[in-house]
């Protein structure tokens, strides 16, 4: 077996799940009958388990309190990197290919601690979306009328958990409002109306915005929030509360 970058890379792929099914099939036949590839493998998968049952433990634990208190949970691996090779080579001879595997074992402690800290900002946003639906007045309809409807049937979906139903009274709220709004100010009576509808826009994107994060939907909710930081919505501070 020639050992090339591509069979660095097939062990790679291999390790870190990025096979299809039938290159997977053909990778393990191939560890089956070949011995040189199969010592490579086995060698890196020696170092990758090294660094996750030995030093992730240690890492985790050291920067368990930071996660907690910074809300944007990024870690600086650099740290921990030298203290992993460190940590490696007292498993490992200096014979052993442990340089070029170091790259490959890099990538999945990125991934192991991406997901830890997305994990953590999964559950920061969805309890940022309880925290702002409790805040939240329930809303008062205004003579019966249609959009009012619809907007307190959002906000009864958001409390019961409703969060598909939810989504789509909001985009039916939001059409009316929107479709309300294109119509021409002729008179006082209309200016005023057309201010309450641009506060019941805001209360919509407010809902949208606790929606998405009660769902996880982290990117979405980010993008909603800082649209309604900028804006000259009610809800500017809680959105930016939530950002931090």
């Known amino acids: 077996m020639n050992n090339d970058i591509t069979t660095e890379e097939r062990i790679d792929n291999y390790l870190l799940g990025r096979m299809a099914e039938a290159e997977r099939a053909a990778f393990e036949r191939d560890l089956a009958t070949d011995a040189e590839l199969k010592e490579e493998y086995e060698c890196q998968r020696a170092i990758a388990n090294a660094v996750q049952k030995v030093a992730m433990k240690d890492f985790l634990t050291q920067h368990a309190a930071e996660r907690q208190a910074e809300s944007n949970n990024v870690i600086d691996l650099s740290t921990y990197f030298k203290q992993a090779t460190g ?18 074992v890099a990538a999945m402690v990125v991934a192991i601690v991406g997901s830890v800290n997305y994990t953590s900002t999964l559950h920061t946003m969805q309890g940022n979306g309880m925290l702002a639906y409790a805040e939240l007045s329930a809303p008062v309809a205004r003579d019966g009328n249609e959009l009012d409807t619809i907007i307190e049937e959002a906000y009864n979906l958001i409390g019961s958990g409703e969060l598909d139903k939810a989504t789509d009274a909001i985009k039916k709220a939001k059409a009316v409002v929107l479709d309300s709004l294109a119509q021409p100010v002729e008179t006082e009576e209309d200016e005023y109306e057309h201010q309450v509808l641009q506060l019941k826009e805001y209360d919509l994107e407010w809902y949208e915005a606790i929606v998405l994060m009660k769902q996880g939907k982290v990117s979405k909710a980010k993008m909603m929030l800082k649209s309604i930081a900028s804006s000259s919505s009610q809800y500017t501070e809680q959105a930016k509360t939530c950002l931090k």
């Open 87 to 104: 940590k490696i080579r007292e498993f490992f001879s200096s014979g052993q290919r442990v340089a070029w595997t170091l790259a490959s």
